[in-house]
């Protein structure tokens, strides 16, 4: 054996993978030629590249332990550096032994987080404005009874991939104009995980989750509107293997209400009361989210003014208070008179001076907004 990789790191014959990624970290951070260009102390770095590359490598270091030298069989020598089979061929680990980011290697969990869930919920305009609490069906993956989220079935387990020895990746020698340069890819027979189940689950067929059913009560706060989502964190989908499961999000839907529009946190409608009402004044009910109130409507009110009820409209979703009930007013003229009705009103209008009305023309077409503003302005 030309070379002693495990004296090359300063570790034990029986260190450990994390035992020996540390010390070529340790070594690699003093030896790098960015921090020392001495040309032994370039010469000792390529020798930890080459021990690293040998005993972080499973079969590499199997050949090792049984007297080979794994980096000389194909050409690259022991420590001999250069892209390719030995030297500086595993970028990831001298980028991971100076910034600690690099890609994981080896094999894949199975347990992996979960996806997160949305549903739709539809609540009523009254349930909108006060909160209210609600039961629903969720349908989504939750963990496998049967075998507890491992995908075995009950007795066996899985077992270590013999075709990639548990690494999840499989390794690949080829030649080029460089030489002889190694590939990875993940294992084919195990999928990258690095080990097989060969006897799964019939319950889950392997997954360790399966879809079920189940109840959760959702608080629906004061305010809410169409779009607010709610989420529960930790009642989504369960991630294959059993893994943690993701977010349920509930994404609220508001029915129309048969009366009342919403805009923010203000509700709006519309009164229809005859001219008669709109010139003497009267008191209309409504039914509103607090109950039967009585809408004054004052005399010589217009059509196209509103009758605003404060503090009647939909709580504020941050923050106390709530918004506003305006009422739009709109006066009907009569079109079909009999001949009392015309006579008595061709007498109110001889009375009042308006057989032959000559009007005011104003530019434009005046519409609510204006009609509102004239009125909020005394015109």
């Not at 070379?3 to 990624?21: F, H, P």
């Not at 499961?245 to 508001?254: F, Q, R």
């Amino acid at each position: 054996m030309a070379t002693d990789y495990y004296a090359v790191l300063g570790v034990r014959r029986d260190a450990s993978q994390d035992e020996i990624k540390k010390a070529f970290r340790r070594l690699a951070r003093e030896l790098h030629p960015d921090v020392n260009p001495d040309p032994k102390t370039q010469e000792r770095f390529k020798e930890i590249n080459a021990a690293y590359e040998v005993l972080s490598d499973p079969q590499k270091k199997q050949v090792y332990d049984l007297g080979g030298d794994p980096l000389s069989a194909n050409g690259g020598g022991g420590g001999a550096g250069g892209f390719g089979a030995g030297g500086f061929g595993n970028f990831s680990d001298i980028m991971d032994a100076f910034f600690g980011n690099a890609a994981q290697r080896g094999p894949r969990s199975r347990t992996r987080r979960g996806q997160d869930a949305m549903i739709r919920l539809e609540i009523d305009l009254n349930e909108a404005a006060f909160g209210t609490t609600k039961d629903i069906q969720v349908d989504t993956a939750v963990v496998c009874n049967t075998c507890s989220g491992e995908g075995a079935a009950p007795g066996t387990s899985a077992q270590t991939c013999d075709m990639c020895r548990g690494r999840g990746e499989v390794s690949q020698v080829t030649r080029s104009f460089l030489g002889q340069v190694m590939t990875s890819r993940p294992c084919p027979q195990c999928q990258g995980f690095g080990t097989v189940v060969p006897t799964p689950c019939p319950e889950c067929a392997g997954d360790g989750r399966i879809r079920s059913r189940r109840t959760l009560t959702v608080k629906i706060p004061a305010g809410v509107d169409n779009g607010t989502r709610i989420q529960l964190a930790g009642e989504g989908e369960v991630g294959p293997g059993g893994g943690p499961p993701g977010d349920l999000y509930v994404e609220i839907h508001e029915v129309a209400h048969p009366v009342f529009q919403r805009r923010g946190d203000d509700l709006h409608c519309t009164v229809t009361i005859p001219m008669t009402a709109a010139a003497l004044g009267t008191k209309c009910p409504l039914e509103t989210l607090d109950g039967l109130e009585e809408i004054d409507i004052r005399p010589g009110t217009q059509s196209g003014q509103s009758v605003p009820l404060h503090g009647r409209g939909i709580t504020h979703l941050r923050g106390g208070g709530r918004g506003d009930l305006i009422v739009h007013v709109e006066v009907i003229t009569p079109n079909k008179l009999d001949a009392e009705q015309e006579r008595l009103l061709r007498e109110l209008a001889k009375l009042r001076g308006e057989e032959r009305p000559l009007g005011q023309f104003q530019p434009g077409q005046q519409g609510l907004f204006s009609r509102l503003k004239d009125a909020f302005n005394g015109r």
